[in-house]
Nanobody
Framework: EVQLVESGGGLVQAGGSLRLSCATS????????VGWFRQAPGRDREEVSC????????YYADSVKGRFTVSNDRTKNMVYLQMNSLRPEDTAVYYC????????????????WGKGTLVTVSS
């Protein structure tokens, strides 16, 4: 059974930091990219960042470049999202998702989704 389980969300003040974790199981980690997507209230789900677990290439949406860092631990099948300099507009439910390689870090390509973790940034 494929599982992606997010953790690390919460409430933080603007300018603060959070680290999200995604524990994965049930699929061949190195054959997938794992990404982070988010959905704010009343808005469409959007791509945030992805990492190719085969070669560690990364992708970032323009809105988070320089503030967020995605990484993985291939020994633990874990993916992380370090979020710094958080802004109120980063408030959303953050979803971890896996996309079979080659990856475009696109919602339409996702094979498996986690259930999400809520990040709230107060001003």
């Amino acid at each position: 059974e494929v599982q992606l389980v997010e953790s690390g969300g919460g409430l933080v003040q603007a300018g603060g930091s959070l680290r999200l974790s995604c524990a994965t199981s049930g699929f061949a980690f190195a054959d997938y990219a794992v990404g982070w997507f988010r959905q704010a209230p009343g808005r469409d789900r959007e791509e945030v960042s992805c990492i190719n677990n085969l070669d560690n290439r990364t992708y970032y949406a323009d809105s988070v470049k320089g503030r967020f860092t995605v990484s993985n631990d291939r020994t633990k099948n874990m993916v992380y999202l370090q979020m710094n300099s958080l802004r109120p507009e980063d408030t959303a439910v953050y979803y971890c998702a896996a996309e079979g390689l080659p990856s475009r870090c696109a919602i339409y390509g996702v094979d498996y989704w986690g259930k999400g973790t809520l990040v709230t940034v107060s001003s």
